[in-house]
T-cell receptor, first 114, second 113 residues
Framework: DVKVTQSSRYLVKRTGEKVFLECVQDMDHENMFWYRQDPGLGLRLIYFSYDVKMKEKGDIPEGYSVSREKKERFSLILESASTNQTSMYLC?????????????FGPGTRLLVL | DAKTTQPPSMDCAEGRAANLPCNHSTISGNEYVYWYRQIHSQGPQYIIHGLKNNETNEMASLIITEDRKSSTLILPHATLRDTAVYYCIVRVGRGAGSYQLTFGKGTKLSVIP
């Protein structure tokens, strides 16, 4: 089974703090994604990575950056957390060679910024 | 990507089959049907996908009509742990690149003891 793990299930941070969210997958997938999910807005893509050291902006990259130094790990960084970044953050991975768009998600990190 | 229509909610008795419908009348020939579900406070979980033929795996069966304009996800023996929001997504299959998944409102399935 594909396993995608995220470093924390719940996180509470203060406005202005730098926040690191870590995601690790164990299936040698090339593609990795960071989404946020908010009530009424569905899933929104923040950043994705085709492969190691590659990254592309999604729909809402402002206030975020990412790092992909190793194939299995994709980190999301909130440079200076703000209250409007309170959300559920979801990491996903996918095998690049797959014709289908099957993505495997982690359990999510629920971030509260005070 | 083709739009999908799902009922907002359904109930199913524990142990019975849960049949979740999805309409995708504008589906084109190279679009796949995917099903995901999301249990409360967890990440989405891939269930199954198909193009034309019916598919079955350890979690569920997917029945696609001959004209491909609708499909049904079948959970053969629903348990309380199957209570979740189920999303039907229609997407073109691609061999490269990465594309975000867009979930609609889905169907809230409640499995009742």
């Amino acid at each position: 089974d594909v396993k995608v793990t995220q470093s924390s299930r719940y996180l509470v941070k203060r406005t202005g703090e730098k926040v690191f969210l870590e995601c690790v997958q164990d299936m040698d997938h090339e593609n990795m994604f960071w989404y946020r999910q908010d009530p009424g807005l569905g899933l929104r893509l923040i950043y994705f990575s085709y492969d190691v050291k590659m990254k592309e902006k999604g729909d809402i990259p402002e206030g975020y950056s990412v790092s992909r130094e190793k194939k299995e790990r994709f980190s999301l960084i909130l440079e200076s957390a703000s209250t409007n970044q309170t959300s559920m953050y979801l990491c996903a991975s996918r095998h690049r060679g797959a014709l289908e768009e099957t993505q495997y998600f982690g359990p999510g990190t629920r971030l509260l910024v005070l | 990507d083709a739009k999908t229509t799902q009922p907002p909610s359904m109930d199913c008795a524990e142990g019975r089959a849960a049949n979740l419908p999805c309409n995708h009348s504008t589906i084109s020939g190279n679009e796949y049907v995917y099903w995901y579900r999301q249990i409360h406070s967890q990440g989405p979980q891939y269930i199954i996908h198909g193009l034309k033929n019916n598919e079955t795996n350890e979690m569920a069966s997917l029945i696609i009509t001959e004209d491909r304009k609708s499909s049904t996800l079948i959970l053969p023996h629903a348990t309380l742990r199957d209570t979740a929001v189920y999303y039907c997504i229609v997407r073109v299959g691609r061999g490269a690149g990465s594309y975000q998944l867009t979930f609609g409102k889905g169907t809230k399935l409640s499995v009742i003891p």
